[in-house]
């Protein structure tokens, strides 16, 4: 198998456009165009982990964290960072990190803890904005059928559970060809009237590419007029943690005490107690401090994550239970869930979960 072809499968699953601006997910080490025997995956990456790798024969470490965050002006081993990189090197390792672009999908990092948790009822708790496009063409008529088709194969006209979803006005173009024109309908020199459909749709904005190329190859027109338009639509169905609920409302000490116990929590920090049940559940997998007001307006009466600051705890203000777990114990089930996803796409190819414990925080 082909690097690549294992980087491809994780754009369409969690495209690398999703990340944060911060974040560097995707390939860290590796020619896409080499072979891969089998891949190891892991949290983080550390040089335990690559030489894991290496003793198993496994050239590729698939991992949540990317090794490389910032700037690198050298490889000189430094630090764990240039040391890591030049181990991987070395060692023809190619290092391929699924990181906050996992984290915003429905099916993610937030749904694995939910799964966890028994939730149900889930929606995204931040959806993203100014990742929608709308696309507007015109087509003749007996054309339109077609290229809606080839369009919706390319994955525009999706609206949450529904796909090809596009409106349609029937209309009349006009056009005038020129002496070096190839009309597919008309005269060179002489105004047209063609009887076209309007056709809108929306796409996300990450396959624009791929939905134009596909109306422009089987548009009969040799000028295909058509436009595209940020939409300020949020989008459902990605962004940043998620809400659900447990089908039963629990006391705040039952339900601390059952999130230890799930995540396997060294310790669990949280807020002054609110006095009320817990139902209405927000989650978001590492550092989710950034979507506490998002937990509130929601309503929930609980938000789980990990590494809230000392006088971000006073935030909550009584408003809502907030259990920080800690950030390798909030995504420790990411490993899982990269396994599942490999290994279900690509059942013939070797994987294996790395047996080194990445958490940097010891308890006592």
């Known amino acids: 198998m082909k690097l690549k072809e294992i980087v491809s499968f994780f754009e369409q699953t969690a495209s690398f456009s999703?990340?944060?601006?911060?974040?560097?997910s995707g390939l860290q080490t590796g020619n896409p165009g080499a072979d891969v025997s089998g891949a190891l995956i892991t949290l983080?990456?550390?040089e335990e982990v690559v030489d894991e790798a290496v003793r198993e024969g496994l050239n590729l470490i698939i991992s949540h964290h990317p090794v490389i965050f910032g700037q690198l002006k050298g490889l000189t081993g430094k630090n764990a960072t240039e040391r890591i990189l030049l181990k991987a090197i070395k060692g023809d390792i190619?290092?391929?990190?699924?990181h906050t672009n996992i984290d915003s999908v429905e099916h993610g990092v937030n749904g694995r803890i939910c799964d966890k948790l028994g939730l149900v009822d889930r929606k995204v708790l931040a959806p993203a904005e100014g990742k929608l496009l709308k696309l507007v063409f015109f087509v003749p008529a007996d054309h339109a059928s077609r290229v809606r088709e080839a369009i919706f194969h390319a994955?525009?006209?999706v609206i949450g559970d529904y796909d090809q979803c596009s409106f349609n006005v029937d209309g009349t173009g006009t056009f005038r060809a020129s002496e070096n024109a190839s009309p597919y309908v008309g005269e060179k020199g002489q105004l047209h009237f063609e009887k076209e459909?309007?056709?809108?749709?929306?796409?996300?904005?990450?396959?624009?590419?791929?939905v134009i190329a596909a109306l422009l190859d089987n548009h009969p027109y040799e000028e295909v007029a058509w436009d595209l338009y940020t939409l300020e639509n949020s989008w459902p169905q990605v962004?940043?943690?998620m809400t659900g609920r447990f089908e039963e409302a629990m006391e705040e000490h039952d339900f601390l005490n059952?999130?230890?116990a799930v995540f396997n929590a060294g310790c669990v920090r949280y807020t002054r107690l609110t006095g009320k049940t817990v139902q209405h559940v927000a989650v978001c997998g590492g550092s989710g401090s950034f979507l506490l007001e998002n937990a509130i307006s929601a309503g929930a009466d609980a938000f789980i994550t990990a590494d809230f600051k000392y006088h971000?705890?006073?935030?909550?203000d009584g408003r809502i239970l907030v259990a920080d777990i800690g950030h390798y114990e909030s995504e420790q089930f990411t490993k899982e869930l990269f396994y599942e996803l490999v290994t279900k796409n690509f059942p013939k190819f070797a994987v294996r979960l790395s047996e080194v414990i990445t958490n940097p925080i010891n308890y006592i």
């Open 155 to 157: 994955g525009a006209g």
């Open 197 to 210: 459909v309007r056709v809108e749709t929306v796409l996300p904005s990450h396959i624009k590419n791929r």
């Open 312 to 316: 971000q705890f006073f935030e909550a």
């Open 18 to 24: 999703f990340q944060e601006s911060y974040d560097n």
């Open 258 to 260: 059952a999130v230890k």
């Open 94 to 98: 190619a290092i391929l990190s699924v």
């Open 239 to 241: 962004g940043m943690g």
């Open 44 to 46: 983080d990456v550390t």
